[in-house]
């Protein structure tokens, strides 16, 4: 399955709820799912439920079906709550962290930088976005690409206050991962737990 690039409000507008990381637009104004019978109250099963939880993260990381499995299965091998280390994990990514960390103003646009050479990972070029940040890392524009419009308009007006675990240098722009992120960061209302019993049928 391809990564979606349709249209986003439409997505948030299924999953009855607002995705900072898919778009900066808001359903307030068009609250109700999509379709001619978007309105009526709509009853979900349990797999139901389950699927929607699934496809809150998966939609609002912009991660294939694919890579969401890989990254169940990473959270499976380590110890502890595999709902936690999930939502680690993709709080770990670097196009979330260049996201959260001001520099773009949704994950989609935060890909494009890391993929088009505009980041430094303690002071080398990162082009993959799915680069796992660990303690201690730095994340900084190239000088070059300091001057990006959309860089400094978001950098004056982030989409989202910045996570404590990322140390934000206002002086030098230097964001730094002070200590792992846990499922409270994850900027929506989420059930990590129907998630986990999601895959835990499929894999």
């Known amino acids: 399955m391809s990564r979606y690039t349709g249209p986003r409000l439409k997505v948030m507008r299924a999953l009855g709820l607002d995705l900072p990381g898919l778009s900066r637009k808001s359903m307030a104004e068009r609250p109700n799912p999509p379709g001619q019978h978007g309105a009526k109250q709509n009853r979900k099963s349990g797999f139901g439920l389950q699927l929607m939880e699934k496809q809150k993260l998966r939609m609002n990381y912009g991660l294939t079906e694919r890579q969401m499995r890989r990254l169940v299965l990473d959270a499976r091998k380590t110890q502890g709550a595999t709902g936690e280390k999930i939502a680690e994990l993709l709080e770990r990514r670097l196009d979330n962290v260049v996201f959260r960390a001001g520099f773009a103003p949704t994950i989609p ?6 993929s088009h050479g505009h980041l430094l990972v303690n002071g080398r070029r990162v082009n993959i976005a799915s680069y796992r940040l660990r303690i201690g890392d730095t994340v900084a524009l190239c000088a070059k690409s300091a001057g990006l ?7 004056a007006e982030p989409a989202l206050t910045r996570p ?4 934000w240098d206002d002086q030098t722009r230097i964001a730094r991962v002070s200590h792992l992120p846990a499922a409270d960061d994850i900027p929506f209302p989420v059930s ?3 998630v986990v019993e999601y895959y835990s049928q499929r894999l």
């Open 109 to 114: 646009a935060a890909r494009q930088l890391v």
């Open 149 to 155: 419009y959309c860089v400094r308009e978001t950098l």
């Open 164 to 167: 404590e675990w990322l140390h």
């Open 192 to 194: 990590l737990q129907l």
